[in-house]
């Protein structure tokens, strides 16, 4: 069974512009949870979608956004990018998202110059 | 303070060594965890998973949970060069459907 895909696997951007990460989810799973991390925050969730459905989400700004879609593939946006938002943008698959393993992707590796 | 609490290390060992990785939390609504191996520039890749007070073992390694205490454990026996990665808790509780709370990782070395 295919693992948790994201794409791109690296990106560069310039400040003030907008980026689309996609995660494509292990075949089955329906939740899709991503997190950012970076060397001084560690680990932090952003949001999580199931069925279509935002039904969880962290303490980042409104610029953070995602979607799911039909197939539980996901994408995040971020809109006007600050160099703050340089960092490893992870997704995370499981079947349910509740109480459940979850496994993650490669992850997505963004700078913002 | 932060719901989860990690020492980041970096720890660093003779192969062979035992290694004792340890995580403190404080929200008592927590109710499953797990233990991430993370290589650089990789994903987390998940070792163990549990949701019980008690002890876990999967080969070398034996995942303990102290509810009573909010205290996380992960040993690792044998430790080989190839075990050399970050480490990091991660717990998840009702409330918060999937959504994990992650500690900062601990970076560990292991020398041949």
């Known amino acids: 069974k295919a693992g948790v895909t994201q794409t791109p696997r690296y990106l560069i951007k310039t400040r003030g512009q907008q980026v689309t990460l996609s995660c494509s989810p292990i075949s089955g799973h329906r939740s899709v949870s991503w997190y950012q991390q970076t060397p001084g925050q560690g680990l932090q969730f952003l949001f999580e979608y199931f069925s279509e459905t935002q039904r969880n989400k962290g303490n980042f700004p409104g610029r953070f956004s995602g979607r799911q879609f039909s197939n539980s593939r996901s994408e995040m946006n971020v809109s006007t990018l600050e160099l703050g938002d340089s960092a490893l943008y992870l997704c995370?698959?499981?079947?349910?998202?509740?109480?459940?393993?979850?496994?993650f992707g490669p992850g997505t590796r963004l700078l913002v110059l | 303070q932060k719901e989860v609490e990690q020492d980041p290390g970096p720890l660093s060992v003779p192969e062979g060594a035992i290694v004792s990785l340890n995580c403190t939390y404080s929200n008592s609504a927590f109710q499953y965890f797990m233990w991430y191996r993370q290589y650089s520039r990789k994903g987390p890749e998940l070792l163990m998973y549990?949701?019980?007070?008690g002890n876990k073992e999967d080969g070398r390694f034996t995942a303990q949970v102290d509810k009573s205490s909010k205290y996380i454990s992960l040993f690792i026996r044998d430790s080989q060069p190839s075990d050399s990665a970050t480490y990091l808790c991660?717990?998840?509780?009702?409330?918060?459907?999937?959504?994990?709370?992650f500690g900062e990782g601990t970076q560990l070395t292991v020398n041949p």
């Open positions: 995370a698959s499981s079947f349910l998202g509740y109480q459940e393993t979850q496994y």
């Open positions: 991660a717990i998840g509780g009702v409330t918060s459907g999937s959504r994990l709370t």
């Open positions: 549990t949701y019980s007070s």
